[in-house]
């Protein structure tokens, strides 16, 4: 019987990193949600800041976002692809994020997410993430209607 041990590899580490959390945002598990960043991550997300800077903000902020969604929570990572080196990752996906209203009927829209990992002591964490909405330029206007 073959005994070699299974090597995982650091993109299948970070992938599962960003399912994982993925998970934890569908649960509106804000704690779970933070324990997959670092604790001096900075964050540029498209709902109401600039820049989120340290892992204290960006937990009354995932606070704020799940008290949003009064219904199931919705989150879909769709064209993922990462690069690794050594230890640390980037990675960027588009992610459909929403949930359902009081009605129980669905809003979301699909944003573009870029992530930077880091290893630290043998684990992956998410040390910057960055969400944007696509927009006309002309208008203004958030484009929610995209679809890939």
């Known amino acids: 019987m073959d005994t070699a041990a299974f090597v995982v590899s650091s ?3 970070v992938r599962d990193l960003l399912f994982s959390w993925a998970r934890a945002v569908r649960a509106k598990d804000v704690g779970a949600i933070t324990s997959h960043y670092a604790s001096d991550v900075v964050a540029f997300d498209a709902v109401s800041q ?5 892992i204290d903000g960006y937990r009354q902020h995932w606070d704020a976002c799940i008290d949003l969604c009064d219904g199931t929570k919705t989150f879909e990572i769709r064209d993922l692809a990462i690069e690794t080196g050594g230890d640390v990752a ?13 009605h129980g009927e ?4 699909w944003m573009r997410v870029s992530v930077g990992c880091r290893r630290t002591e043998g684990r992956w964490r998410i040390a910057h993430e960055h969400v944007s909405a696509p927009f006309d ?3 203004g206007q958030v484009l929610n209607d995209l679809q890939p």
């Open 11 to 13: 993109e299948d580490q």
């Open 50 to 54: 600039l820049r989120i800077c340290g």
């Open 90 to 102: 980037f990675g960027h996906y588009l992610g459909r994020c929403g949930g359902t209203d009081a």
């Open 106 to 109: 669905e809003r979301s829209c």
């Open 137 to 139: 330029l002309e208008t």
